[in-house]
């Protein structure tokens, strides 16, 4: 065989580091904006668009998808290539590839502040963005697989079996998770209700941590490392076992998102046990990231790409370890909605995933561009300001998390709360969530270091577009060489490689979710719950657009602390029209479940005006708007319609005379308010009606005192 | 290459492994009281004894071994590593055996024959810690669902809770039974003491004058320094109006968040405001309310809230919580 010139392109490598760059400061800019925003909620500058429940999925979004999304194209975009002696094979899809994604980008960042949101965690943008969205996946793994069987070299090096699972379980996940029905052009609901539909989203919702922001990392950690530092790959034996037991097993650990829900018990079980067997095929990735580093230790301490690679792997690790004991039931029962989980999942992101970037931009740009970095010092100085950002960070909202909740659980002895007042709890973690801004900030300060650094490095070289190599291509006969190790045999075999993953990540997914939707017993029904009035219906659509679910969940778990603080806890029958579900993750703010007639309509009038004349001390924005905006029914019959098909049973003659409903329930309400509330300017159609219909309605129908005798 | 190690290894996560399978019956009293059995503890430790005597004694064996052999000048014949572990401490050696990784001098010797890129791989055997640590992960897995789903001796959500409502009430009868916090609308009476008082205005001050202003003059909702009561002026209506609230009005009920101590004081305190000119007084609402002279219980007003009957115990006003 002849030896091949050819040439890599490192133009789309060098936009979608640019791309990272940016939107990386742009995604963490929100975020500090956001937990500003908790400390001083004046700072919602009482402006729709601007309020911490829209911004927040903003944030979400920017740093998952557009940061460390944009990073792994580069990465895979330099490393695939070179790993398998071709340049990538369509230049037209990697040129579609870039800008369709950066398009989806620029998609998000007007949509989710207008309040277009689906309202699933990571998931929130409405169905032509996730069309958009699978149409740009696809073309990358078209390129990737079109790359892959074009190459020269004929085995595939672990890094690209982490690309394909990759590859494969996104494209599954998004799909599922974004099954809706469309109502309008930018409004949709969920096929999947309730406890069903919680899930299948944090099915999701965990598998793009696992399959986002885990495996195509790691697969990036299996080049960069081990060219940074010039040191062979600790254990291949290692990378097969770890690759094939995390793809495994991460796709069943989902329902730890859901411990002491609604969620079948035999569900939330699966997630803990499968946790904590993620814990070492996890920690395989860290073991031999860091163990490739033997021998190079003395390397470490001069250069700021090894130091940053050495936390990041080190933040994975500890994160990795943390998820599984977060898993537990009576670890979760402390954790799961405080600032715990947040300070979790920042120990990931802002450790594993930035630094790891970081760790590749300092080592890929001065490549591209030929030079050197322009300052070793300054890349060493955003080091330690971005670690002691993340400590900032994580430290206090690990205090506060557990502050928050010992305080939700502390009775008197006479079995009264002694934090009745939920807002008590949240005023004594102010000063953490400053603290943690704090920390946000300097790691945003770091970033701009990065910047500087980045600028005066590409200045100071000359960009390499396109870089030769040259390599013999293999020919079409393979004689086997006497004891080859079993697993090179699917490694020359891409395509079975691909399906084999998929199977695995399918096991998981099928065993979970086929069972939830099926078997009736998981779902007892309750005859007391009734669809909600096409009235609360709008509501709930403008508690979705606010992002209300950002800081309330709507599930009071089966603990004494809760029920004597909200009322009973939730069944999972009590969700069964709710397209989509709202439990939420997180109790900035209290539990919503049982709100409904807990308060007259003029508390939550005045509390959603102002929550300060009701709260003392709330850091709840304001909503003015609710008061202004005339509540549109354009969509309306199309929303009770979409419901129909959902299978909700709303008669014909109530969505033909929906608006009779409509209007009578919102002249019944506004009427109650002129009672209770003097001087009011209230009209029958403002939003804020709708919204208090919703709001009363929350966990009524359980209140019934026949729901023990219809649940069984 | 199955070494004396992994036997050790074997045997200690076999036990470990025993030991857990335990772990379902522990709640159980039959071996909550074997554990509590000083001769259990007994037999466990001779067990190990015995075992570390005999992992002492191979060691031994071995190490005589490998004098003998150095003696006869063969020195060759053990591995080379296995030599060089021999020189180190307990504690590198165990190290170094859970590790069982090839130094880096001798890497070379498993540095697999391809490379991708430039990137060589080597062939180090999986870290015994990192396998057996995945091997008791999965055993708790098994126990765990065992535990939960088959044996059923672990609490699904819905018992755990159950048995949480059953210790608060058993918590909180023998604290009613020494406590005297069982003021309600039936039997409260009006506060005196300024200490007291002022408590109650504290509790006013966090959460009434939001609504209620912070002189009292009403804001939100009605004046209460003036003798105009819309759900009666009593002590025992204001209790009962603080505690139960007027939903329908906007007033809230404040049983959940307050106690029946606080709940008094704060009464007591709105009452104490009597006559007291506020800056931005709000109209009058209601009816003109009297209190009637020198009956210190008080009869109950027209329109005051039916109350259950009351316990009647001693009244400790004074007591806190």
């Known amino acids: 065989m002849q030896r091949e010139t050819f040439y890599y392109n490192n133009r789309w490598v060098r936009n979608f580091m640019v791309a990272t760059i940016i939107w990386g400061v742009i995604a963490l800019l929100v975020g500090v ?55 990538m094979a369509s230049e037209f899809l990697s040129k579609l590839h870039f800008w369709g994604w950066q398009l989806i980008i620029v998609a998000a960042v007007i949509t989710l502040p207008l309040g277009i949101s689906s309202s699933k965690e990571y998931a929130e943008l409405e169905w032509p963005i996730d069309i958009a969205i699978a149409v740009i996946w696809l073309s990358f793994g078209i390129n990737m697989f079109w790359t892959i069987l074009k190459r020269r070299e004929r085995h595939l090096y672990v890094a690209i079996w982490f690309y394909i699972a990759t590859f494969v379980t996104v494209t599954l996940l998004h799909v599922v998770n974004n099954l809706e029905l469309p ?188 030079t050197s970095l322009y300052s070793q010092k300054l890349a060493n100085a955003h080091f330690w300001i971005a670690t002691l950002g993340i400590i900032f960070w994580a430290l206090p909202m690990y205090v506060a998390g557990f502050t928050q909740s010992l305080m939700w659980k502390e009775f008197n002895p006479d079995g009264t709360l002694v934090y009745g007042n939920f807002l008590e709890t949240v005023t004594q973690i102010i000063p953490m969530y400053a603290l943690r801004a704090l920390g946000g900030t300097l ?129 999972a029958g009590e969700f069964v029209y709710d397209h989509p579900f709202l439990w939420g993750s997180k109790r900035t703010g209290p539990d919503l479940h049982r709100v409904g007639g807990k308060y007259p309509h003029s508390w939550h009038y005045n509390h959603m005006l102002e929550p300060e004349s009701m709260s003392p001390g709330s850091i709840m924005p304001a909503y003015p708007w609710l008061f202004e905006r005339t509540l549109s029914t354009k969509h309306t019959k199309e929303k009770l319609k979409a419901m129909v098909t959902l299978g909700v049973p709303y ?8 608006e009779f409903y409509l209007e ?49 | 290459m199955k070494t004396k190690k992994d036997t050790y290894l074997v045997g200690f996560v076999l036990l470990l492994m025993l030991g857990a399978l335990l772990v379902p019956y522990v709640e159980q009293q039959a071996a909550a009281d074997l554990l509590a059995n000083p001769v259990t503890w007994i037999v466990v430790l001779v067990i190990f004894f015995i075992l570390l005597s005999i992992a ?183 209790f009962a109006t603080v505690k139960y609230g007027v939903p329908a009005k906007g007033m809230i009920p404040w049983k959940d968040q307050l106690n029946p101590s606080e709940m008094q004081k704060v009464s007591s305190y709105i009452l104490s405001l009597q006559g007291t000119s506020p800056a931005n007084p709000k109209e009058a609402q209601g009816d003109a309310y009297e209190a009637p002279a020198e009956e210190e219980a008080g009869t109950l007003s027209a329109d005051s809230l039916t109350a259950e009957p009351a316990d009647t115990t001693t009244i400790d006003t004074t007591e806190e919580k």
């Open chain 1, 443 to 571: 790691y945003v300060v770091g970033m701009v270091l990065m910047v500087v650094n980045v600028l005066r490095t590409v200045s100071s070289g000359k960009f390499l577009a396109n870089e030769e190599d040259s390599a013999v291509p293999f020919g079409r006969v393979f004689n086997k060489p006497k004891g080859e190790y079993w697993h090179r045999w699917i490694e020359r075999r891409p395509i079975q490689l691909m399906v084999l993953s998929l199977v695995l990540v399918l096991i998981g997914g099928i065993m979970e979710i086929v069972p939830t939707m099926m078997v009736e017993s998981n779902i007892p029904t309750i005859k007391s719950v009734k669809p909600y009035t096409v009235l609360e219906l709008e509501g709930r659509d403008i508690y979705i657009r606010e992002g209300c679910n950002a800081c309330h969940s709507q599930m009071v778990r089966p603990f004494r602390s809760e029920t004597a603080r909200y009322g009973e806890y939730s069944k």
């Open chain 2, 56 to 238: 002492a004694v191979t060691e031994a064996l071995n190490s005589i071994k490998y004098f003998v052999l150095r003696r006869e000048g063969r020195l060759h014949e053990l591995p080379q590593e296995e030599a060089e572990t021999l020189q180190d401490d307990f504690f590198t050696r165990l190290w170094k055996r859970m590790q069982d990784a090839k130094p880096i001098e001798r890497e070379s010797e498993i540095e697999l024959d391809h490379e991708y890129d430039g990137i060589r791989e080597l062939d180090n055997n999986l870290p015994p810690w990192w396998l057996w640590g995945f091997y008791i992960s999965i055993a708790f897995a098994v126990i765990y669902i065992f535990r939960f789903h088959i044996l059923g001796t672990a609490p699904l959500s819905a018992e755990e809770y159950q048995e949480q409502l059953v210790q608060a009430e058993i918590q909180k009868a023998e604290y009613l039974k020494n406590a005297a916090n069982l003021v309600d609308e039936s039997n409260v009476v009006m506060l005196e003491d300024e200490a007291l008082l002022a408590e109650g205005g504290k509790i006013f001050a966090k959460n009434c004058a939001v609504c209620h202003a912070a002189d009292g003059g009403g804001g939100v909702g009605p004046n209460l320094t003036d003798i105009y009561w819309i759900h009666g002026g009593d002590i025992k209506d204001v």
């Open chain 1, 183 to 370: 109502v309008s052009f930018l409004k949709s609901y969920s096929v999947f209700a309730g406890v069903q539909d919680a899930l299948v989203q944090w099915w999701y919702g965990h598998n793009a941590v696992a399959f986002f922001l885990t495996t195509p990392v790691l697969g990036l950690m299996y080049y960069f490392v081990p060219k940074a530092a010039n040191r062979p790959v600790y254990s291949y034996r290692l990378s097969i076992i770890h690759f094939w037991a995390l793809i495994f097993i991460y796709i069943w650990a989902g329902p730890h998102h859901l411990l002491y829900t609604a969620l079948p018990d035999w569900a939330q079980s699966l997630g803990t046990v499968f946790s904590i067997m993620l814990i070492f095929p996890s920690w395989g990735g860290m073991i031999n990231g860091l163990l490739t580093l033997r021998g190079a230790w003395d390397k470490v301490r001069e250069s700021a790409v090894l130091k940053f690679f050495v936390v990041a792997i080190t933040a994975y690790g500890m994160a990795t370890l943390e998820g599984p004991l977060l898993s537990l039931k009576n670890i979760n029962a402390i954790a799961h909605y405080t600032d715990w989980i947040p300070a979790h999942v920042h120990i990931g992101t802002l450790g594993w995933n930035g630094f790891m970037i970081f760790g590749i931009t300092y080592w890929l740009l001065p490549k591209l561009y030929r």
């Open chain 1, 33 to 87: 904006t956001i937990a500003l925003q908790l400390v001083f909620p004046e700072l919602n500058l009482d402006t729709s668009w601007f309020t911490f429940g829209r911004l927040r999925a903003l944030h979400t979004n920017g740093a998952i998808f557009a940061f460390v999304g944009n990073s792994i194209f580069a990465g895979v975009y330099y490393s695939l290539p070179r790993l398998l002696k071709t340049p």
């Open chain 1, 651 to 658: 008669e014909e003659e109530y969505v033909d005379n929906y």
């Open chain 1, 664 to 712: 009578q329930q919102q002249k019944a309400i506004a009427e109650e308010l002129r009672e209770q509330i003097e001087d009011i300017q209230v009209k029958s159609d403002d939003e804020i009606i709708a919204l208090i219909a919703y709001l009363q309605r929350l966990g009524v129908d359980i209140k019934a005192k026949d729901t023990e005798l219809a649940e069984k």
